[in-house]
């Protein structure tokens, strides 16, 4: 009987910890949940013609495993901008905390800042 009752035990063990096993995201699919934060991101940069270049303005994104960002996105003062730059500091954060949990490395060159937005067929581009 408590050989019964042990062999119980075990197993309600095992299933809860498996259970709570199921709740980790793999790499990949973190990687994916970054990537579909940034198209968000990008979307909301891109929804305004660049027609003057006025009301564009840009910030960095990401964070490189050694520091750092990993680059620059333009965007235009038109849309929410609140909205857009909480969204930039969740990526930031959120690469960060991948960086940190999967040990990942990178390169530690430092991205050229770009001096201003450039407005070219209705697109921004950076001047350096």
């Known amino acids: 009987m408590k050989k019964v009752k ?13 259970c709570n096993n199921n709740n980790e995201l793999t ?15 990008e979307n909301l940069a ?8 006025a009301e564009w303005t840009f910030t960095s994104y990401g964070n490189k495993a050694c520091g750092g960002p990993v680059g620059f996105i333009a965007y ?3 849309i929410d901008t ?3 730059l909480e969204k930039i ?3 930031r954060t959120a690469q960060s905390e ?7 490395i990178s390169d530690c060159s430092i991205p ?10 209705g697109n921004p581009v950076f001047g350096y």
């Open 46 to 53: 891109t929804s305004e013609n660049c027609d003057d270049l």
């Open 112 to 121: 050229s800042q770009p001096s201003v937005v450039i407005c070219e067929n």
């Open 98 to 104: 991948f960086n940190e949990k999967w040990a990942i």
């Open 27 to 41: 790499q990949e699919q973190e990687e994916e949940n970054l990537n579909q934060l940034f198209s968000k991101i």
């Open 6 to 18: 042990f062999i119980r035990i075990i197993f309600i063990f095992g299933v809860f910890i498996s």
């Open 76 to 78: 235009s003062t038109n």
């Open 82 to 84: 609140e909205l857009f």
């Open 89 to 91: 500091e969740e990526h």
